[in-house]
T-cell receptor, first 112, second 114 residues
Framework: DSGVTQTPKHLITATGQRVTLRCSPRSGDLSVYWYQQSLDQGLQFLIHYYNGEERAKGNILERFSAQQFPDLHSELNLSSLELGDSALYFC???????????FGPGTRLTVT | AQSVSQHNHHVILSEAASLELGCNYSYGGTVNLFWYVQYPGQHLQLLLKYFSGDPLVKGIKGFEAEFIKSKFSFNLRKPSVQWSDTAEYFCAVKNSGGYQKVTFGTGTKLQVIP
């Protein structure tokens, strides 16, 4: 158990819908990272927040957005969902920016 | 921009065989390097890391990695693999000093046959 929690564990939704994935970092960690893992694309970095502020953006689509709240939990919002968005979404946390990351169990999103 | 290459996408070994997974990065400055492992159905977890000092780093479960600066490499090794090592292995790199994001390689799937 890494100390990073993610909810929900599984999510099944239809194309065109919007979902919100939630992540709580390890106690004391200020950074939250979001990754998408799919069979064809591998592990893709989406976005990084540090203490409430966006620090880096990776291959994140405009239909996706994220935020980190004052209590340091983070939410990843995915809208206008497409079949290709089906993937495992991991959240990771670290104390600072770029330290070793602790990964959560992931949310498996299935878009039908 | 930094990048990480893992040239072996899929490796199949018999138990007790030796393992070496390649990882090369592109960045001329000082780097921090990581290997993560993802067992089937699980999340990524840190195997080992290199920040500075002895370039031969020992991690959990008998894994080690050697940082060779001149070759921009950080290969992962294990002298004798077990069936339980079947997993996907990710190399990652970060430019040290100040804030820089961590870049992950595409991963190497290791299958160990009993």
């Amino acid at each position: 158990d890494s100390g990073v929690t993610q909810t929900p564990k599984h999510l099944i939704t239809a194309t065109g819908q919007r979902v919100t994935l939630r992540c709580s970092p390890r106690s004391g960690d200020l950074s939250v990272y979001w990754y998408q893992q799919s069979l064809d694309q591998g592990l893709q970095f989406l976005i990084h927040y540090y203490n409430g502020e966006e620090r880096a953006k990776g291959n994140i689509l405009e239909r996706f957005s994220a935020q980190q709240f004052p209590d340091l939990h983070s939410e990843l919002n995915l809208s206008s969902l497409e079949l290709g968005d089906s993937a495992l979404y991991f959240c990771a946390s670290s104390y600072g920016g770029g330290d070793e990351q602790y990964f959560g169990p992931g949310t498996r999103l299935t878009v039908t | 921009a930094q990048s990480v290459s893992q040239h072996n996408h899929h490796v199949i070994l018999s138990e007790a065989a030796s393992l070496e997974l390649g990882c090369n990065y592109s960045y001329g400055g000082t780097v921090n390097l990581f290997w993560y492992v993802q067992y089937p159905g699980q999340h990524l977890q840190l195997l080992l890391k290199y920040f500075s000092g002895d370039p031969l780093v020992k991690g959990i479960k008998g894994f080690e990695a050697e940082f060779i600066k001149s070759k921009f490499s950080f290969n992962l090794r294990k002298p004798s693999v077990q069936w339980s090592d079947t997993a996907e292995y990710f190399c990652a790199v970060k430019n040290s000093g100040g804030y820089q994001k961590v870049t992950f390689g595409t991963g190497t799937k290791l299958q160990v046959i009993p």
